[in-house]
């Protein structure tokens, strides 16, 4: 199955001149959505992870359903005040300012081996600050994972030697 086939592509969403990914295509779809996680598990077979972060808000899909495939727990990744108890909170630059990205202090231990999953890996900015929060709580990344992962954007570059995973490459932006 060619999962790139199943994601639909809209353009100037959100804004004139991107070209949204929308995954909802694939979601929707059983087979491919079995397929994904099928693929995201196989591409970390030989790893053991503690629990899974999932980084808001489609990231949250992949994650539940890979931490329930590996009968651990899934630590979600938000907004600032989305997380009803104490959180911790990372800044990260965009293009034009800044966002901020929050976990629950308790969301993690120390030592825990984590995967980081969301569902496109554009470049690079919100995974990153994710890592810091992971790490702030004492836990490791041992690696990140994504459905879609825009080359051109050179995400995978800022996330220097963490491994990272994605199932579809997208090389341009047409």
């Known amino acids: ?10 353009p100037d969403f959100p804004k004139k001149g991107i070209i949204f ?3 909802t295509t694939l ?11 099928r693929l995201m598990k196989d591409r970390f077979k030989e790893e053991r992870f503690d629990k ?15 931490a329930h495939e590996w009968g651990i727990g899934m630590a979600p990744v938000r907004k600032p005040g989305k997380l009803p108890a ?14 901020s990205l929050e976990m629950h202090i308790d969301a993690l231990q120390q ?8 569902d496109l890996l554009a470049t690079g900015g919100t ?6 929060l992971v790490e702030k709580l004492g836990a490791t990344v041992a690696g990140c994972c994504f459905l879609i992962e825009l080359d051109f954007l050179k ?10 995973e994605s199932l579809v490459h997208v090389e341009s932006e047409t």
Request: no cysteine; aromatic share 6%.
């Open 155 to 164: 995400g995978r570059e800022r996330l220097g030697d963490y491994r990272v």
């Open 111 to 118: 030592g825990q081996r984590v995967l980081v999953v969301d």
């Open 127 to 132: 995974v990153e600050a994710t890592i810091r």
């Open 27 to 37: 979601t929707g779809d059983g087979e491919a959505l079995r397929e994904s996680v």
């Open 1 to 10: 199955m060619n999962l790139a086939d199943k994601i639909r592509s809209i």
């Open 21 to 23: 990914k929308d995954i």
């Open 52 to 66: 899974v972060v999932g980084i808001e808000s489609r990231g949250f899909i992949f994650a539940a359903i890979l």
């Open 86 to 99: 104490a959180t911790i909170r990372e800044t990260y630059d965009l293009e034009y300012g800044q966002d």
